[in-house]
């Protein structure tokens, strides 16, 4: 079976770093991406590491090491409009996505 | 250009009923994926069609089931309804095969009662 596993809530304070950690468990595993979703809102695609290492896209840095199946979310200089719930997928074959969780982020002033 | 457009955004249905769900990609997209999100279970995988074709299925009962037209848009039917599949349903559109972005709509939020 396919499994992953992120922690469930984290809290944190305007300004700040904050790491979700993602652990999976999968077969067929083309990467690993990155999702955020707005309460009532559609997730949105937030970064994705085929390869080994670290992407950065503006506050927000995506890494993965294959050989230990983890890969973390970094968020930094944390706003109000941060909190959200993220969730990390793998891309299985095709646009199969497999979702953990999610992480439900909350940023207080 | 127009995101992907999901109808209806909220329908009531009773146990034993069935409902046709709808889904519009984003224009020039051909791959759509249906997820079903509920708060015990998180997001998971229903099917995805290309071209017309279910390429991935996941494991859900035969109840389940989808098409796609020749211009993309693809629909979703549950037959037979359980309360159990009160849930968002999320469509989502990706430009090609092996995409890395999937685009998502809004969802259609079912409720069985």
């Known amino acids: 079976g396919q499994s992953l596993e992120q922690p469930s809530e984290v809290t944190a304070v305007e300004g700040a770093i904050v790491q979700i950690n993602c652990t999976y468990q999968t077969s067929g595993f083309y990467g690993l991406s990155w999702y955020q979703q707005h309460d009532g809102g559609a997730p949105t695609f937030l970064s994705y590491n085929a390869l080994d290492g670290l992407e950065e896209t503006g506050r927000f840095s995506s890494f993965l090491s294959r050989s230990d199946s983890y890969g973390y979310l970094l968020l930094q200089e944390l706003q109000m409009k941060d909190s959200a719930s993220y969730f990390c997928?793998?891309?299985?074959?095709?646009?199969?996505?497999?979702f953990g969780g999610g992480t439900r982020l909350m940023v207080k002033p | 250009k127009a995101g992907v457009t999901q109808t209806p955004r909220y329908l009531i249905k009773t146990r034993g009923q069935q409902v046709t769900l709808s889904c519009s990609p984003i224009s020039g997209h051909r791959s759509v994926s249906w997820y079903q999100q509920t708060p015990g279970q998180g997001l998971q995988f229903l099917f995805e069609?290309?071209?017309?074709?279910?390429?991935n299925k996941g494991n859900f009962p035969g109840r389940f089931s989808g098409r796609q037209f020749s211009n993309s848009r693809s629909e979703m039917n549950v037959s037979t309804l359980e309360l159990g599949d009160s849930a968002l349903y999320l469509c989502?559109?990706?430009?090609?095969?092996?995409?890395?972005?999937?685009?998502f709509g809004a969802g259609t939020r079912l409720s069985v009662l």
């Open positions: 069609y290309f071209s017309e074709t279910q390429r």
């Open positions: 989502a559109s990706s430009l090609d095969q092996g995409e890395n972005i999937q685009y």
């Open positions: 997928a793998v891309n299985n074959a095709g646009n199969m996505l497999t």
